[in-house]
């Protein structure tokens, strides 16, 4: 589960810092043509990483929310930091789960309440300038397209999208809507931890990167918690408290299963993500930052049999990204994702005994190796040996800054401010996560990925079973 804490609540403007808008060099072109007057990219941070355009239409005083999911396990969270900035107020609620919906609306007795999502557009569109999506990841995307279909600003949690196939839809949306303000629920990028370990990797203080280890605690072999892959309960009818059909939203018709609504979501197949795909933005965010990666170009999974997410994995993934240019040492830069907090070879690495944390992400540089924590803790060698990274020569200074209320401050226009995690970074880190979960269905066995066509080129079963999935009528995704 996120760990809870109170970042600072100062915005900064810091050129140094990988919160700018972050496009990839396609996508800059393809930005660029398509917004006049875009304007230009820092030149520290390379063209990937461009400041959003301000708003179109009437100038804002206050930002008006729908939240859709109001319930769970990081909905009340995102609310209390949204709420604690001045200028923010909640006018809509909507939430399949009606015990859940009337408890929060006890202390919101202004804002309009319903449980269908699509009411709130139809009937209250008025009423809110910018949706805050906190629902299971098979409803990420359709939710939050409809939002920038209507020109909604929207905050979305991750991973941005369940399915390979919208990546690209939601990258379309993009390009069309450059005007909206959007941010992915990336906390650990506000304070100033995982900003530095960016900044050293950019400009490449420890030489050029080499590889790249990403691993994940868990999950448990058995349990009730975050991430339960015991298996799934018989089917049963659900309370009367839930709306199962609205709840599947997107997905296909299925029946109710105990624990699924609360948090066994997460491991299923159908409806999440996996340990993976779930942690992807928080640990991969680094290297989207430092490198301005490009799609990869193959995924290879290690698991040990198919996966159905419900049982405990054991999967290392090897992705192969696009190498070369001044930041990798070779046309190749390898990035190897794993679970069940599987860490890397230390001696392997020319490093001294010791231990890493459960969960972490390590660069391996031509001079060095660098390792950064979930929560900002950072280490960094060089020849075997530790050094004081906040000494090394051309480090920049970062500021502590709060996720939330930065994208609150973009949306009202203010000067200096900018999203930490814009959609656009945070579809290319779901790209990824989404590869490593999915490819275990096929261990063993490397797929060769082509976004363009949206298909794996040497494996048409693949193609067929872990790119897309067919949306219930009523619940397929806008149009672009």
């Given at each position: 589960m996120d760990k809870r804490y109170d970042p600072a609540l100062s915005i900064s403007a810091d050129p140094h810092s990988p919160g700018i808008q972050m496009l990839s060099r396609r996508q800059l072109i393809r930005s660029a043509a398509a917004t006049s007057g875009a304007a230009a990219a820092a030149t520290l941070l390379g063209n990937s990483l461009?400041?959003?355009?301000?708003?179109?239409?009437?100038?804002?005083?206050?930002?008006?929310?729908?939240?859709?999911?109001?319930?769970?396990s990081i909905a009340p969270y995102d609310r209390e930091q949204l709420e604690g900035h001045k200028d923010v107020v909640f006018t809509g609620l909507c939430d399949v789960d009606s015990n859940a919906l009337a408890e929060v609306a006890k202390s919101h007795p202004d804002a309009f309440t319903c449980k269908d999502f699509r009411e709130a557009f139809d009937q209250h569109a008025d009423k809110f300038d910018a949706v805050l999506v906190c629902t299971p990841d098979h409803n990420h995307a359709l939710i939050m397209m409809t939002a920038m279909k209507a020109?909604?600003?929207?905050?979305?949690q991750k991973p941005l999208v369940q399915q390979l196939s919208e990546v690209a839809a939601m990258e379309a949306a993009i390009r069309a809507r450059p005007d909206l303000i959007t941010q992915v629920g990336n906390q650990r990028m506000g304070p100033v931890g995982r900003q530095y370990a960016v900044d050293i990797l950019k400009r490449n203080l420890l030489?050029?990167?080499?590889?790249?280890?990403?691993?994940?605690?868990?999950?448990?072999?058995?349990?009730?918690?975050?991430?339960?892959?015991?298996?799934?309960?018989?089917?049963?009818?659900?309370?009367?408290?839930?709306?199962?059909?609205?709840?599947?939203g997107a997905a296909e018709d299925a029946p109710y299963r105990e624990g699924?609504?609360?948090l066994r979501w997460r491991s299923s197949?159908?409806?999440?993500?996996?340990?993976?795909?779930?942690?992807?933005?928080?640990?991969?965010?680094?290297?989207?930052?430092?490198?301005?990666?490009?799609?990869?170009l193959a995924v290879l999974s290690h698991t040990r049999r198919p996966s159905d997410f419900y049982h405990?994995?054991?999967?290392?993934?090897?992705?192969?990204?696009?190498?070369?240019?001044?930041?990798?040492?070779?046309?190749?830069?390898?990035?190897?994702?794993?679970?069940?907090?599987q860490i890397p070879s230390r001696a392997a690495l020319g490093l001294p005994p010791g231990t890493f944390e459960a969960?972490?992400?390590?660069?391996?540089?031509?001079?060095?190796?660098?390792?950064?924590?979930?929560?900002?803790?950072?280490?960094?060698?060089?020849?075997?040996?530790?050094?004081?990274?906040?000494?090394?020569?051309?480090?920049?200074?970062?500021?502590?800054?709060?996720?939330w209320h930065s994208w609150v401050d973009k949306i009202l226009g203010r000067p200096g401010t900018f999203v930490q995690t814009p959609f656009s970074a945070g579809a290319r880190m779901a790209e990824a996560g989404l590869l490593c979960a999915k490819a275990a269905r096929f261990p063993g066995q490397e797929l060769r990925w082509d976004k363009?066509?949206?298909?794996?080129?040497?494996?048409?079963?693949?193609?067929?079973?872990?790119?897309?999935?067919?949306?219930?009528?009523?619940?397929?995704?806008?149009?672009?």
């Open positions: 461009l400041a959003s355009a301000a708003p179109r239409g009437r100038k804002l005083d206050k930002v008006r929310i729908l939240q859709v999911g109001v319930g769970g020109g909604k600003h929207v905050y979305g030489g050029r990167a080499v590889a790249a280890h990403v691993w994940v605690n868990g999950p448990p072999d058995e349990g009730d918690g975050y991430f339960y892959y015991g298996g799934l309960k018989e089917p049963t009818e659900p309370p009367p408290n839930i709306d199962w059909k609205l709840w599947l699924l609504v609360g197949w159908d409806y999440g993500t996996g340990q993976l795909g779930d942690w992807c933005t928080h640990l991969l965010d680094v290297l989207y930052y430092a490198y301005d990666l490009d799609s990869p405990a994995q054991h999967v290392h993934a090897t992705l192969s990204f696009p190498g070369g240019g001044r930041q990798f040492a070779g046309p190749i830069f390898p990035v190897h994702y794993c679970d069940r907090g969960t972490g992400t390590l660069v391996q540089c031509e001079n060095g190796v660098l390792y950064v924590a979930p929560e900002g803790h950072t280490e960094v060698w060089r020849d075997g040996k530790p050094v004081d990274w906040q000494k090394l020569p051309g480090l920049g200074q970062m500021t502590e800054r709060n996720h363009s066509s949206l298909s794996f080129t040497n494996h048409e079963e693949a193609t067929n079973s872990i790119v897309r999935r067919a949306y219930r009528p009523g619940f397929e995704l806008p149009v672009f």
